[in-house]
């Protein structure tokens, strides 16, 4: 597997990946209307939709494709280079990494979304939605992913 998880305990990395990942969708779906907040999963249904996948898969596609997502994604957490730089450790460790992950995210979409990329505008419209499920995805990540004891 090379050098790319090289330093990563990596059945840890797959079970809290594929866990925050779950999480993530779970309280975004569960959640949905919470003072306002959540259900950002309908608008990426929505978009799926009129892409022309078909209705009963669209749900499926999603939240398989989140998962995708979390695996790529929580590998940078979980990178040494990264992982020893995050202060505290465990969930403070995976909140920080997270909230650091939406700030990249959103100054990633804005230029995208300002350039023409409709797609974009779905992370940008609700910030604080996606802020936060960006720090459950972290927090989970750093509660349950444990490095190499040679960290």
């Given at each position: 597997?090379?050098?790319?998880?090289?330093?990563?305990?990596?059945?840890?990395?797959?079970?809290?990946?594929?866990?925050?990942?779950?999480?993530?969708?779970?309280?975004?779906?569960?959640?949905?209307?919470?003072?306002?907040?959540?259900?950002?999963?309908?608008?990426?249904?929505?978009?799926?939709?009129?892409?022309?996948?078909?209705?009963?898969?669209?749900?499926?596609?999603?939240?398989?494709?989140?998962?995708?997502?979390?695996?790529?994604?929580?590998?940078?957490?979980?990178?040494?280079?990264?992982?020893?730089?995050?202060?505290s450790g465990g969930l403070i460790k995976g909140l920080i990494f997270g909230f650091v992950w939406n700030v990249l995210v959103f100054l990633v979409a804005i230029p995208l979304y300002l350039g023409g990329a409709e797609f974009m505008g779905l992370i940008l419209k609700?910030?604080?939605?996606?802020?936060?499920?960006?720090?459950?995805?972290?927090?989970?990540?750093?509660?349950?992913?444990?490095?190499?004891?040679?960290?």
């Amino acid at each position: 597997m090379g050098e790319v998880i090289r330093g990563v305990n990596f059945p840890s990395y797959l079970i809290a990946s594929f866990l925050a990942g779950y999480a993530m969708l779970g309280v975004d779906i569960m959640l949905d209307g919470f003072l306002g907040l959540f259900g950002t999963y309908r608008d990426y249904m929505e978009v799926m939709e009129g892409w022309g996948v078909p209705e009963e898969q669209v749900f499926l596609l999603m939240a398989v494709g989140h998962q995708i997502n979390s695996f790529l994604l929580g590998i940078f957490f979980a990178h040494p280079a990264i992982y020893s730089r995050i202060p505290s450790g465990g969930l403070i460790k995976g909140l920080i990494f997270g909230f650091v992950w939406n700030v990249l995210v959103f100054l990633v979409a804005i230029p995208l979304y300002l350039g023409g990329a409709e797609f974009m505008g779905l992370i940008l419209k609700d910030p604080l939605s996606l802020t936060l499920l960006h720090m459950i995805w972290g927090g989970v990540l750093g509660l349950l992913y444990s490095p190499p004891r040679s960290l």
